[in-house]
């Protein structure tokens, strides 16, 4: 998913309708909208996705009973 993109720069911009952004930081892109997908568990279009992004570090499956 792209937002576990070590790319994925997710911020807040109050000046448009939808506040979340979702930009891509690779050098390719530069600052360009990230393509997604955010929810479903499949590739990027862009071809540039690496995992590393800021939500890698959360579970895999949230409410599997594990912790630790």
Same mark, same amino acid.
């Given at each position: 998913?792209?937002?576990?993109? *070590?790319?994925?720069?997710?911020?807040?911009? +109050?000046?448009?309708? /939808?506040?979340? %952004?979702?930009?891509?930081?690779?050098?390719? *892109?530069?600052?360009?909208?990230?393509?997604? +997908?955010?929810l479903e /568990?499949?590739? %990027?279009?862009?071809?540039?996705?690496?995992?590393?992004?800021?939500?890698?570090?959360?579970?895999?499956?949230?409410?599997?009973?594990?912790?630790?």
């Amino acid at each position: 998913m792209a937002i576990d993109c *070590r790319w994925l720069k997710r911020s807040l911009d +109050p000046a448009r309708r /939808d506040p979340y %952004t979702m930009s891509c930081t690779h050098i390719v *892109r530069e600052g360009a909208e990230c393509v997604g +997908p955010f929810l479903e /568990d499949m590739e %990027t279009g862009c071809g540039l996705w690496e995992h590393g992004g800021p939500a890698s570090a959360r579970p895999r499956k949230l409410g599997s009973g594990h912790h630790g």
